[in-house]
Nanobody
Framework: QVQLVESGGGLVQPGGSLRLSCTAS????????MSWYRQAPGKERELVAS???????TYADSVKGRFTISRDNAKNTVPLQMNSLKPEDTAVYYC?????????WGQGTQVTVSS
């Protein structure tokens, strides 16, 4: 059974940091590109950051220089380090695993940036 479980969300003040994590099971993790998406109320889901199975990273322009995605193929985890958070980063953050012909999603974790 495929599972992607996100953790680490919460309430943080502007300028603060959070570290999200996604733990994967039920598939060959090292064969999949892993991504973090987010969806704010009333907005479409958007890509935040991705890392290929070879470790190549891409970021949305809005988070470049503030967020860092990584992966641990031994632990099947995908951390997302988020620094210098802004109120506009408030959203539900989703983990995704992608390979040609397969896409898996987690249930999401809420991140709220507010004073």
């Amino acid at each position: 059974q495929v599972q992607l479980v996100e953790s680490g969300g919460g309430l943080v003040q502007p300028g603060g940091s959070l570290r999200l994590s996604c733990t994967a099971s039920g598939f060959t993790f090292s064969n999949y590109a892993m991504s973090w998406y987010r969806q704010a109320p009333g907005k479409e889901r958007e890509l935040v950051a991705s890392i290929t199975n070879y470790g190549f990273r891409t970021y949305a322009d809005s988070v470049k220089g503030r967020f860092t995605i990584s992966r641990d193929n031994a632990k099947n985890t995908v951390p997302l380090q988020m620094n210098s958070l802004k109120p506009e980063d408030t959203a539900v953050y989703y983990c995704s695993a992608t390979r040609i012909g397969s896409v898996y999603w987690g249930q999401g974790t809420q991140v709220t940036v507010s004073s």
